[in-house]
């Protein structure tokens, strides 16, 4: 229940919806809208005409746009955000350098990205920030050294787990 | 050029196919979105054949076996061609009537309602082709099975049928999930020359459009442009559908085939053309290839298409729509049965999870992953209850959603895939293709009542 009750927390709000990573803040006012205009689509659900229920259409489409308008910002922000903080430096986190091409990057970038850290560029002498090096072991053992990858990736690959 | 090559490996095959099955013209949206779909399950199966039936290794003749039969499919396509004319929509001319006509006679209300979703489009546009040329797919299940099985086969050549590999029959997580979406992952980086998870989320893209092509193509005939721009600019500015229209998952692919089976369904509601029939049946087995979910789906649109075409024509038609899917779904299916791969994910028996259902609640309604989109289904639900007895359609439309959501709701709440409603880690994309169909519903309703 406790998620119903944390409707109105932008915390919680933002908690259930990892899997989107964004955060919208005026969306609980919007979602609260919504569930006005829902509920007083009920009250005329069955005493209305059809030019009542155009209104109420348009309505949605209202909620719908101001929603949208937000998510749209933040999309934009987000891709620009996570272009230009691959410069930054972050003193409290682990910094490992991607040494050189091939296929092991793209791989050792999903890998980060699924960490839900900082998402590199994928290019070479990019860097990457991590605070979790037991777990990036474990997933560098598990998904970016099956047999398939080339010798001397796998030597970089263990070179790196070493470097922590 | 290699990214051209694999779409025009689609694309061409498809059309053929479409037109053999549908014998309508394939130049409309929805004709070409189902041309997409026949065409990549075509190149899937193809390689499947070859990979996992015969044990061949990739080669450069593995472009025969895509193209030879395309050519083959173009010949047959030319001489029934000749036999018959091809009809140029399989709509009646009552359902055609109803569709109003574009931008002119709109009024100005309207023209900026239309201005300003055109503007979050084309941003979100933007952003979706930033993110397709700059992130490659991270998310957990692509990168431990959907790619990774590409992968495996890219770098391999071969399939692994050694049972202690840890590539046996692929690798990666869950080997009994269906081919499909790691198969054209694959046979992209084929034609590209190396693997790239960046050029393989074009993948993705185009089904993401395709499908908004289909529905687009579905609302304008019968509700007209404004609603049809309305209606599919929901489902495009969904924050869940649109996250997943290029994180390589198999959710939104599944949404498309099962949306194109409830729509040609329907379009043979309207028509009674035997043909439509078959291309609802083809796609839904087609789904099984995309992901083990659509076996959820198939007891709903079995019941689904008894209310929505009574027991007589069911009887009569409906069962050669349902051997279509079976044919259609055949090989995957006997290749699970040979191999013992099944389709649960977790330990059977039955448990009592009631938490579930409030988890799946939570997503529809709580969480931001879907605007208000549940908001205005619940409302329209309402609204058309008592419809449904007079307009067949309807029924089918809602009872298809209806039945899809119990059974989801069913196996989260009393099998042990409750843990995928509890961790929140499945629940709120297995409502993905919940979503497409739940379009169509409130499409239809919207024609009943306005």
Not at chain 1, 98 to 115: A, K, P, T
Request: aromatic share 20%; glycine share 6%; charged share 10%.
């Amino acid at each position: 229940m406790s998620a119903w009750f944390g409707f109105f927390s932008l915390d919680s709000l933002s908690t259930i919806n990892i899997i989107s990573g964004y955060y919208i803040g005026p969306v609980p006012v919007l979602f609260l809208f919504g569930g006005l205009a829902l509920a007083g689509s009920f009250c005329l659900l069955f005493a209305s005409d059809s030019g009542r229920k155009r209104d109420f259409l348009s309505i949605f489409l209202l909620v719908w746009l101001a929603f949208s308008i937000f998510w749209t910002i933040n999309n934009v922000r987000n891709i620009i955000f996570s272009r230009l903080a691959f410069g930054q430096d972050y003193d409290n986190k682990k910094i490992i350098r991607v040494c050189s091409l091939g296929d092991f990057e793209g791989r050792l970038c999903r890998i980060f990205s699924f960490l839900d850290k900082s998402l590199s560029d994928c290019q070479p002498g990019s860097r990457v920030y991590i605070d979790s090096p037991d777990e990036l072991k474990i997933y560098l053992q598990y998904y970016a050294l099956p047999q398939w990858l080339p010798a001397p990736s796998r030597d970089r690959a263990e070179c790196l787990i070493q470097y922590h | 050029m290699g990214l051209l090559t694999f779409f025009a490996s689609l694309i061409i095959p498809g059309i053929f196919l479409f037109r053999l099955i549908a014998r309508t013209s394939v130049w409309s949206f929805i004709g070409l979105a189902s041309a997409y779909a026949l065409g990549s399950s075509f190149v899937a199966i193809s390689l499947f054949f070859y990979f996992f039936i015969f044990h061949f290794s990739a080669s450069p003749y593995l472009n025969l076996v895509v193209w030879l039969p395309a050519l083959m499919l173009g010949g047959l396509d030319y001489f029934v061609s000749r036999s018959g004319r091809l009809v140029k929509s399989g709509l009646s001319p009552a359902t055609l009537g109803r569709a109003s006509s574009g931008l002119a006679k709109l009024s100005v209300f309207k023209k900026i309602t239309l201005a300003i979703i055109g503007i979050i489009f084309m941003l979100n546009l933007l952003v979706l082709f930033g993110r397709a040329i700059s992130q490659p797919a991270a998310s957990f299940d692509s990168l431990s099975m959907w790619s990774f099985k590409a992968k495996a086969i890219f770098f391999q050549s071969s399939v692994d049928f050694n049972a202690d590999s840890p590539l046996y029959l692929g690798g990666g997580g869950h080997i009994n999930y269906p081919w499909q979406i790691p198969l054209l992952q694959y046979w992209l980086s084929f034609n590209v020359g190396v693997y790239d998870d960046l050029r393989t989320n074009w993948i993705f893209i185009i089904y993401f459009f395709a499908l908004l092509a289909a529905m687009f193509s579905f609302f304008k005939e019968r509700l007209g442009y404004f609603q049809a721009v309305i209606l599919s600019f929901f489902f495009f500015s969904l924050p869940l559908v649109f996250y997943h229209a290029s994180n390589a998952y198999a959710d939104l692919p599944l949404a498309f085939y099962l949306v194109l089976a409830a729509v040609f369904f329907y379009r043979w509601l309207e028509s009674k053309r035997r043909e439509e029939a078959a291309l609802a049946g083809v796609f839904l087995g087609l789904s099984f290839w995309i992901k083990d979910a659509a076996i959820l789906f198939l007891p709903a649109f079995i019941l689904a298409a008894w209310l929505g075409a009574g027991r007589r024509l069911f009887c009569r038609q409906i069962l050669g729509s349902i051997l279509a899917a079976v044919l259609a779904a055949a090989p995957w299916l006997v290749f699970k049965a040979a191999y013992s791969l099944g389709f649960a994910n977790v330990a059977p028996g039955l448990v009592f999870h009631p938490a579930a259902l409030l988890s799946l609640l939570a997503s529809m309604f709580v969480s931001y992953s879907w605007n208000i989109w549940w908001f205005i289904v619940l409302f329209f639900a309402l609204l058309s209850l008592r419809q449904w007895p007079r307009n067949r359609g309807l029924a089918f439309a809602w009872s298809l959603f209806f039945f899809s959501w119990l059974i989801l709701m069913l196996v989260f709440v009393f099998t042990n895939a409750y843990q995928y409603a509890s961790d929140q880690t499945a629940v709120s994309r297995s409502l993905i293709p919940l979503a497409g169909l739940s379009f169509l519903a409130v499409g239809l309703s919207i024609k009943d009542r306005l």
